[in-house]
């Protein structure tokens, strides 16, 4: 499957809020995410990412393994995804260590998830703030099958349009490119 998503800095968080909560409950989590890579950077190098999240919310802790493939749409930067829970984070971290595999980033997201349908598809609508990084972000994304991107997109834009979200306020931002950025500039300021 492609997690076809679109990302946005958002002007007006209050009012996104406002909207969303409106669409769906929302549910607060914490996202502590580690990016796994090989020393050479093998899997950056041919756009893909293996990551593990551990996700705090306020029942329950879970952690995911995460495989995404190379980008099958420039535009958005919707990428195929394998995904499954995995029942003892420390035993997977170890695992990918173990296999040659070193943490490439590490950092939090603090995240308000909201799950809904729209257009006939199941959305998740992730409200985001990365401690590291000025500014509010909302993630919106459906998952399709790879001849269904296009349509899918179209239709992950009008449900951000609903959100107040403007074409202009779309961005190809990557957190990990953007919080590795934000530390190399602080260790060479200091």
């Known amino acids: 499957m492609i997690e076809a998503e679109l990302k946005a800095r958002v002007r007006a968080p209050e009012d996104t809020l406002r909207r969303l909560d409106e669409m769906a409950e929302g549910r607060a989590e914490v996202y502590r995410d580690t990016y796994y890579d090989t020393r050479d950077a093998a899997l950056e190098a041919k756009d893909e990412e293996l990551r593990v999240r551990t996700i705090h919310g306020p029942d329950e802790t879970r952690t995911l393994l995460t495989y995404k493939g190379a980008r099958v749409d420039e535009e958005s930067g919707s990428k195929p995804e394998h995904e499954t829970r995995v029942e003892d984070a420390e035993a997977v971290h170890a695992m990918l260590r173990g296999l040659g595999y070193v943490p490439a980033i590490a950092f939090e997201k603090r995240c308000r998830n909201y799950s809904?349908?729209?257009?006939?598809?199941?959305?998740?609508?992730?409200?985001?703030?990365?401690?590291?990084?000025?500014?509010?972000?909302?993630?919106?994304?459906?998952?399709?099958?790879?001849?269904?991107?296009?349509?899918?997109?179209?239709?992950?834009?009008?449900?951000?349009?609903?959100?107040?979200?403007?074409?202009?306020?779309?961005?190809?931002?990557?957190?990990?490119?953007?919080?590795?950025?934000?530390?190399?500039?602080r260790a060479a300021s200091s």
């Open 116 to 185: 809904f349908q729209a257009r006939g598809r199941h959305m998740l609508a992730t409200l985001v703030r990365v401690p590291e990084l000025d500014g509010t972000f909302l993630e919106l994304e459906t998952q399709t099958e790879e001849k269904d991107v296009a349509e899918a997109l179209d239709d992950v834009r009008e449900v951000l349009a609903e959100l107040g979200i403007r074409a202009e306020d779309l961005t190809r931002e990557q957190y990990t490119a953007t919080v590795k950025a934000r530390r190399l500039a």
